[in-house]
């Protein structure tokens, strides 16, 4: 279920009707928050249902079967390992691994195949896997690490791993920091509301109005069967798919972190103005700050991070990244993806560029631009159809070429083009906090906000794209 759907529309107001009376006991509150997230989710295609109940169900036993049974507490861990990574291996990486193979096969010259025995059900990636499986196995691990006791209401355990707002695009919450909420959940306050409503509406706006314009554009770009050649034309591309990933899938992040307000529950921030970074370390801080965070504290620290010799800290930052790109699909452009982002870190480690910069006045936005830079290239790998047209369109963006280009629709083309100008100068000036430096009243605040949220939703309205699935629904 898409939440800029009618469905949604229909689903969310029924939700919110029903939601105050239910919302006082425990278990009533945690039964309607199942039924109606398994109900969000299954619109999809129930089927899938299954694994949300496989995964949640390994995991609520292992956690309980750790604290129980604490001499076998790591065979418990490994069996709560095994099944949410066997879930994703098989239905998100099988057929990647087998038409590889297969590929490798057909060059050494030998008949057998094996994508072609793999069944057609396990070819569809199930919405939001990727998220849902880390949400469930950090709750093990935590358990595993005695960060905190497990629950043991089933009910209470699905209510935080099922939450339809987060569900299928995060932000990945941690159990330790909603299951308590589950537990005592206070009366909405007139903040909670006004706030809740502010970051939907950011949220419908960067979606509808910033992300769904870029879409057609950077579609055509990347779908034409000949390439532009124009070095101008790929930087403005690549700027438009930048805020297009940023656009969409922070402003999912922005309307689950609404709905949560609204139901009296508080998510993590998972974006906090990543193209405003001073380091490409930073970006990594700012970016999908919930899935930067599992990596670190699930891969990173525990091979060691930076506490290490020199070598293993670099071979600990290509793991992590190689792991996060894999997470993100099943693709060996997502790989070069983050072994892009990979080398950049390591350069910058090894050359501490970025810390010198800071020492030198004014060369903060030359630092932002080159960070940019850096990004905007891992962006091509990302959204590449295959390694060779990355590579190609990595070539024309350096060639500088000035060539004239011709854009499909003119008119779109255009108006993409200065969307994107006008969200990335709010983005960057936000970053820096530029906004919040004038001396204003409070009352000018609050009176400017409201302006401006109807004038979100207006634009929601008349300005929207063509409406299309959340970018990262696919993970």
């Not at 963006?397 to 854009?407: D, H, I, Q, V």
Request: include cysteine; aromatic fraction near 18%.
């Amino acid at each position: 279920m898409l939440f800029n759907s009618l469905i949604f529309l229909l689903f969310g107001s029924t939700f919110f009707l029903f939601w105050p009376f239910l919302r006082h006991k425990q278990q009533t509150r945690w039964l309607f928050l199942i039924s109606a997230s398994f109900f969000f989710y299954g619109w999809w295609d129930w089927r899938f249902l299954f694994l949300i109940v496989f995964s949640g169900l390994v995991d609520f036993l292992a956690a309980l079967a750790i604290e129980q049974y604490p001499r076998h507490r790591k065979q418990f861990l490994i069996l709560s390992l095994l099944g949410n990574l066997g879930c994703l291996g098989i239905f998100k990486y099988s057929r990647f691994f087998a038409e590889s193979l297969d590929r490798l096969l057909a060059m050494l010259d030998l008949p057998f195949r094996l994508a072609p025995a793999i069944p057609p059900f396990l070819a569809m990636v199930p919405v939001g896997i990727s998220f849902y499986t880390f949400q469930s196995m950090s709750y093990t691990i935590d358990v595993y690490r005695g960060n905190f006791r497990p629950t043991r209401n089933i009910f209470h355990f699905f209510a935080y791993l099922s939450m339809f707002p987060q569900l299928v695009a995060g932000p990945i919450v941690r159990a330790a920091d909603l299951l308590p909420q589950l537990i005592e959940l206070p009366d909405t306050t007139k903040e909670d509301r006004w706030e809740g409503l502010r970051l939907i509406v950011h949220g419908y706006f960067k979606k509808m109005v910033i992300a769904d314009n870029m879409a057609p554009v950077v579609n055509a770009a990347f779908g034409s069967s000949a390439l532009e050649t124009s070095s101008i034309y790929w930087w403005l591309i690549m700027t438009m798919f930048a805020l297009q990933i940023y656009c969409d899938f922070s402003g999912y992040s922005d309307i689950a972190r609404g709905l949560a307000r609204w139901m009296g529950l508080n998510f993590p921030l998972n974006f906090n103005h990543p193209y405003a970074a001073g380091s490409l370390r930073e970006f990594w801080q700012r970016w999908h700050i919930s899935l930067s965070s599992w990596f670190k504290d699930y891969v990173y620290l525990p091979l060691g991070g930076s506490r290490v010799r020199p070598w293993k800290t670099y071979r600990n930052i290509w793991i992590t990244m190689l792991l996060s790109g894999l997470w993100h699909g099943a693709a060996w452009t997502f790989l070069a993806w983050s072994a892009v982002h990979a080398l950049f870190l390591s350069i910058e480690r090894l050359s501490g560029w970025t810390r010198r910069m800071a020492g030198i006045r004014g060369a903060a936005i030359v630092t932002t631009i080159v960070i940019l830079i850096q990004v905007w290239i891992g962006w091509v790998f990302f959204r590449a159809q295959s390694i060779g047209q990355a590579l190609e369109i990595v070539r024309c963006m350096f060639s500088f070429r000035l060539t004239s280009f011709y854009p499909v629709d003119s008119v779109l083309f255009l108006k993409a083009s200065l969307l994107a100008g006008f969200w990335l100068a709010v983005e960057i000036g936000a970053g820096y906090r530029l906004l919040e430096s004038a001396k204003i009243t409070a009352l000018y605040r609050n009176w400017a906000a409201e302006i401006r949220l109807a004038l979100m939703m207006t634009a929601c309205i008349y300005l929207r794209g063509p409406g299309s699935a959340f970018i990262y629904f696919q993970f």
